[in-house]
């Protein structure tokens, strides 16, 4: 009996040691057995030789192929992705397009049987051939019919796009919706002024004087190195037609043609503990790592970018965490979360993607009780920054049912909005960093964003104000308020915060209840409101901040070495003088006030490039320097306020202010490949 008691201990310590884990090997082109002598030649290869709770280790170099990761591991032995260490291991939807044949002055053409999306050499993507060229202003469209409120020019390029249409296209400014959308043509009217829309173009919805454009998508319309069109063969067949700034660069061309590059479960079958570390992933005609259905995923140490959705879009996901990511410059979102809990987003980047920074979304389906909403999701110390592209960008929103939501020593720079939220209760938002909107810094939107607390956060230069806020029962606390009013709706009680507007002149708070006031001392608001009570204006004495903020809105005036100051109604010359420093766009180049008009202002050095949208001027007066610091200094009025966060830290990578970068190092073939604050590729599709 002892001896059966004895055998039976063992057998259970026996059992409940883990089973070994198998690590696997994988290197482009290979042909062996997974071994680290001989490895696997495809990631695919790989896991179909995979167990449960195995490594599968991608060896420098690139894996053009669809990973498909459905293989669960256990919380002691999860199944791990990665790239070799210190090795640059790329997923990616790119594939080569090659056969080039020369097609005179100076261009090239190709044929493939994917429809581009968009033309890159290397991971650049290159301008699609416009009219007018980007250096001049858009044209503009008197109504829904697509006629041009002026006469076009004689002569070519117009004479040869009428003349045969290929497969044009009308890149729109859509004023009714605030977006650019891309329409195909079936030709052009030189006659009478008309753009004439293929089959099944929905025409622009009728506004007489605000819809723009420019025609795009044309060889003939191809003016400056770079530039490139495609044209519709028939039998999924597609002509690329392209002038290389260099000939080497007909040696490097790509499309996106794959998509998504990693896929994580499927919505039929659930995935549980996996982590994906230390890959390069880019070039999906999607996603480009999509997880779905999944329990217990990490995604850590991954570069997403130029992928044609969302740098990451996760759905109906529990015990989801995303940390010391890079999503940059793909078309959608930089990290997506949709319908999922128990959710961290920390110390990740994301920047110059074309839509949204950081989406937390609940009903994405749009079908009332379609999906469940988002529950208890943290977003902590991560950089956002410079979505300002396209049609509605926010460095964060929030949207369809978000629940339990904490936003936590987060930088959020350089804006549609900083954060954007509607259908979200009972969150908080503490101890960030939001600066550098276009439009409000943050929304409490929709009259359905209710129980938030505003605690320590530095907030403003708004182009609009700092918080547009509806909902009920919000609570702010210790925040401080840099260039900007506060309105003081009825839903809010406030108090303890430092306000600094942008002029003596200017309120500090506002309210429209019972009837509108503007207060420009807090205890004019407390009279009228009982809140601000201990409040305080005063100059925070920070390190070294804008002296303020205002919006050039984009305008025929502008151009390189000019920006057109009237937003709105109103005219903002007169906060700049010759000789202030201003900053544009966040971009971290100090540039000096020439001369003053009536509406504009001159500037040297030159951006880049005529400005897409509008701009961010951030007028440092006499500062000698624009690296931003929100720090307070032995002068600052006590007790402190405001964000305690090392911004300059944040932005070199170190986002938990140790002294170490937390981020991947970016590759120096993509670090030349962004975009930049003032020079945006702007996409074929518009968004």
Excluded at 41 to 59: E, H, I, M, N, S
Excluded at 304 to 314: I, Q, V
Excluded at 318 to 328: A, D, G, M, Y
């Amino acid at each position: 009996m002892r001896s059966w008691v004895v055998l039976c201990l063992l057998l259970a310590a026996a059992l409940s040691r883990p089973t070994w884990a198998a690590e696997w090997f994988v290197q482009p082109g290979a042909t062996g057995d997974g071994s680290a002598a001989r490895p696997f030649g495809t990631v695919a290869a790989a896991l179909r030789g995979a167990k449960a709770g195995d490594t599968v280790t991608l060896r420098a170099g690139v894996y053009a192929e669809t990973v498909r990761l459905d293989l669960s591991g256990t919380a002691d032995q999860p199944t791990v992705l990665r790239g070799a260490p210190g090795e640059r291991a790329i997923v990616t939807g790119f594939r080569p397009l090659t056969g080039w044949q020369p097609a005179g002055a100076g261009l090239y053409a190709a044929e493939t049987e994917t429809e581009p999306d968009g033309l890159f050499v290397g991971v650049a993507p290159q301008p699609v051939s416009w009219w007018p060229a980007a250096d001049q202003p858009m044209r503009y469209l008197t109504g829904p019919e697509l006629t041009d409120r002026d006469a076009f020019p004689g002569g070519d390029p117009l004479g040869a796009v009428a003349a045969r249409p290929a497969s044009v296209m009308a890149f729109c400014y859509n004023a009714a919706s605030n977006t650019f959308d891309t329409l195909p043509l079936a030709g052009l009217s030189l006659a009478n002024r008309a753009l004439l829309p293929a089959a099944g173009v929905r025409p622009l919805p009728a506004r007489a004087n605000g819809h723009r454009y420019r025609l795009a998508n044309h060889p003939a319309l191809i003016s400056g190195p770079g530039q490139w069109a495609y044209e519709k063969l028939g039998d999924k067949r597609y002509r690329v037609t392209f002038r290389p700034a260099a000939a080497a660069d007909l040696q490097r061309t790509q499309l996106r043609a794959a998509g998504p590059a990693l896929a994580v479960g499927t919505w039929n079958r659930r995935v549980t503990k996996v982590r994906v570390e230390n890959l390069e992933i880019s070039g999906s005609r999607d996603a480009g790592v999509q997880i779905g259905g999944c329990d217990g995923v990490t995604l850590s140490g991954c570069i997403l970018h130029h992928n044609a959705g969302n740098g990451l879009f996760a759905r109906q996901c529990t015990q989801l965490r995303v940390e010391h990511c890079l999503s940059l410059a793909n078309e959608g979102t930089g990290l997506g979360i949709a319908s999922s809990r128990q959710v961290v987003i920390e110390g990740n980047e994301s920047a110059y993607n074309l839509v949204d920074g950081l989406v937390v979304a609940g009903n994405v389906s749009g079908r009332p009780d379609g999906e469940p909403t988002a529950e208890d999701v943290l977003v902590r110390r991560n950089y956002l920054h410079h979505h300002i592209y396209m049609s509605h960008p926010d460095n964060m929103q929030t949207y369809r049912g978000v629940r339990n939501l904490r936003i936590e020593e987060n930088v959020m720079l350089c804006g549609g909005q900083a954060l954007m939220t509607e259908e979200t209760e009972d969150a908080s938002l503490t101890g960030n960093v939001l600066l550098g909107t276009d439009a409000f810094t943050v929304i409490f939107g929709h009259d359905n964003s209710s129980r938030w607390r505003v605690e320590r956060n530095t907030v403003g230069f708004g182009g609009w104000g700092s918080f547009l806020i509806s909902g009920q029962e919000h609570r702010f606390q210790g925040n401080l308020l840099l260039g900007n009013t506060l309105n003081l709706a009825a839903s809010v009680t406030s108090d303890g915060n430092l306000f600094w507007p942008r002029d003596a002149a200017s309120p500090m708070a506002e309210t429209g209840a019972p009837k509108w006031q503007k207060f420009t001392e807090p205890a004019q608001a407390y009279a009228a409101t009982g809140q601000e009570q201990h409040s305080r204006r005063a100059d925070p004495k920070l390190v070294n901040v804008p002296a303020l903020q205002a919006v050039a809105p984009s305008a025929d005036a502008n151009r390189a070495d000019r920006l057109s100051m009237t937003f709105g109604r109103r005219n903002e010359t007169n906060l700049f003088a010759v000789g202030d420093t201003i900053e544009i766009n966040g971009d971290s180049v100090p540039r000096r006030v020439t001369a003053i008009g009536a509406e504009t202002i001159d500037f040297a050095p030159a951006l880049p490039a005529r400005p897409f949208r509008d701009c961010l001027v951030w007028n440092w007066k006499a500062s000698p320097s624009v690296a931003l610091s929100v720090r307070p200094t032995d002068q600052s009025p006590q007790p402190a306020v405001g964000a305690d966060l090392d911004v300059s830290a944040c932005q070199r990578g170190d986002l938990d202010g140790d002294g170490q970068r937390d981020l991947p190092v970016l590759p120096e073939e993509l670090r030349l490949a962004l975009p930049g604050p003032n020079a945006p590729v702007v996409p074929l599709q518009g968004s």
